[in-house]
């Protein structure tokens, strides 16, 4: 199926504030539809400043142009919203293995242990809800004394 | 559109504070939550945008202060960090009941920008509300200083709430509360219903605006 193909594609885009994890994984695509060789993709915008947002969109119209489907369509679906629970398993790996906590399942105020990306130790305690990107957290293991950042679960 | 303006101006209020807050971390997530604020104000602003024909940043950089709409308790100055965390507590106690409401718009792209607010909002209101405790339960100077906030910024949320007022009952009742745990009084002050800007908006403008408005053609 060709919508297979460009989801492919789609899967050079990574995020660029977390480049481990492209824009597939992060669940950011909702549709892809294709009519003869226009592509249009509909995506659902992470956090409302968020600036990665853009450049996945741009980053997006480029790559299908490279392969070969010019002029793609990009839509932003405001509804429903994202969420994390949308970050595929492979993401969620991936995100740990780069060093940040990947999101637990949804719930509202998340107080629960959080592990340490690094030494899987649940000895941690959350520095500031705010962190170098919207979508994360600051949190410091008091196992391995490093601070580590968590994507927020929203 | 009132509440595009609001969260634009309140935003720019608030990263203000990039690079002065009292420690990095709370610089950190000032700057986050004015990056929400501007950018849930971007996606109000794409979607009247599409109505009328023109771009976010026209709503932004090319409207006089006269075509604002915004309300005087998001203009008024940032003053020191106990006012800029009480007016962020008073604005996320009311937004976070504003979006809820909001999120059952019969516009499905409102609502879906509301919904996904609603979940920055409901940040911004848990860090705030920990700070109002912090400072209210702390020192005597900090209890006076947020204590001071409050009364400063009460009369003015006649404004915040003319957008919706059948919000207002659960809006004072939560605040209230949380201002008693925090061992703060709930101000009296009686609430100023008029919406005229304050002498504040169009010096923040000429700042915010001045680059696209000398440099037409610049281009992001």
């Known amino acids: ?154 | 559109m009132r509440t595009a303006d609001n969260r634009l101006i309140l935003g720019h209020r608030i990263s203000e504070w990039c690079g002065h807050a009292p420690m990095l971390e709370e610089d950190i997530a000032l700057a986050n939550i004015a990056l929400d604020l501007i950018g849930q104000a971007s996606s109000f602003y794409t979607y009247y945008g599409k109505l009328e024909g023109k771009t976010e940043d026209y709503y932004a950089y090319r409207r006089d202060a006269g075509e604002f709409q915004c309300i005087p308790f998001v203009e008024l100055p940032r003053g020191d960090f106990a006012q800029t965390i009480a007016r962020l507590f008073l604005w996320a106690s009311f937004d976070v009941l504003y979006l809820e409401n909001l999120t059952s718009d019969s516009d499905q792209e409102i609502a879906g920008i509301a919904a996904r607010s609603l979940k920055e909002s409901k940040y911004h209101l848990r860090h705030s509300a920990e700070w109002v405790l912090r400072l209210g339960d702390g020192t005597k100077e900090s209890h006076e200083k947020i204590q001071n906030s409050f009364n400063y910024y009460w009369p003015y949320l006649g404004g915040l709430i003319s957008s919706n007022q059948s919000l207002k009952g659960l809006f004072f009742e939560n605040v209230s509360k949380h201002l008693s745990k925090a061992t703060l009084k709930t101000p009296t002050a009686e609430l100023i219903t008029s919406n005229n800007h304050s002498e504040f908006l169009e010096p923040l403008l000429a700042e915010m605006q001045f680059l696209p408005r000398k440099y037409p053609d610049a281009v992001w």
């Open chain 1, 1 to 154: 199926m060709v919508e297979e193909r460009i989801r492919e594609i789609l899967r050079e885009v990574k995020d660029p504030e977390i480049p481990v994890i492209d824009c597939v994984e992060l669940g950011v695509i909702r549709e892809i539809r294709v009519s003869g060789n226009k592509v249009s993709v509909d995506i659902t915008p992470t956090y409302s400043g968020c600036p990665a947002m853009k450049a996945i969109e741009d980053d997006i119209r480029e790559t299908l142009e490279r392969h070969g489907y010019k002029d793609a369509e990009v839509n932003l679906v405001f509804s429903p919203p994202w969420t994390t629970d949308w970050i595929s398993e492979s993401g969620r790996q991936k995100l740990k293995e780069y060093g940040i906590a990947p999101p637990d399942e949804l719930v509202q105020f998340p107080r629960k242990k959080i592990s340490c990306p690094f030494c899987d130790s649940q000895d941690t305690v959350l520095k500031s809800e705010f962190s170098g990107t919207a979508c994360k957290a600051m949190h410091y293991c008091k196992s391995c004394l490093q601070v580590f950042e968590r994507f927020k679960s929203i």
